[in-house]
């Protein structure tokens, strides 16, 4: 326990709640579906069949009042050392639970310094807790895991990947350029920052058909 939230590893949990809690898990972090292509299947293979972690895998979660307030989704391996998810509530923000997630990361991952990569949009919600732990940013990463996204990558860097566009990204961004050019504006952030806005409306109208 810590400020009366509870705090505890996925793979300490008993058979039958770990398969509860696999969905629970699931439903407090799939919004970043939309900030992650594919974060859906990604998260499904941190598991096996029986929905055990896998042996490179551990998530620390905080639970107050039987909620899921926040959790750390890890990976460990002789590759790397990463805290791969960072997520605290709104509801649940400024109490000392992200500090407490993170001192519970290093101790598994036992690194004091683990990769760690988030998109920019967070980047003020994590800030302060980023600098009391030391994390420096090494990496500035634009179009990383969809094209109107920028991951900033902190202790390490990312591989390099090539980033297919389809068509209707090319038109979106054909569109949005030609506008940006008319304006005569050199912020090229604020255009990026809009075609973010556009992808994530795009996205939000894909998946209210799919779940119509």
Known sequence: MYNNNHFFKYSD??????????????QFVNRLSWEYPNFSQWYRNLFSENRELNSNREIILCESNYSLAGLAILKSDELEKKICTLRVDKKFQRQGIGTKLVEMSLEWLEDDHPIITMHKMKQNEFSSLLTYYGFQLEQTQRHYYNIFSTELVY?????????????IEMLDIEKLYRRFVSTGSSNFEAFLEECLYVWYLRENERRMIMNS
């Open 13 to 26: 949990l008993p058979f039958q709640e770990k398969q509860i809690y696999f969905e629970r898990i699931y």
């Open 155 to 167: 202790n390490g860097i990312l591989p390099e990947k090539k980033i297919l566009f389809n068509k």
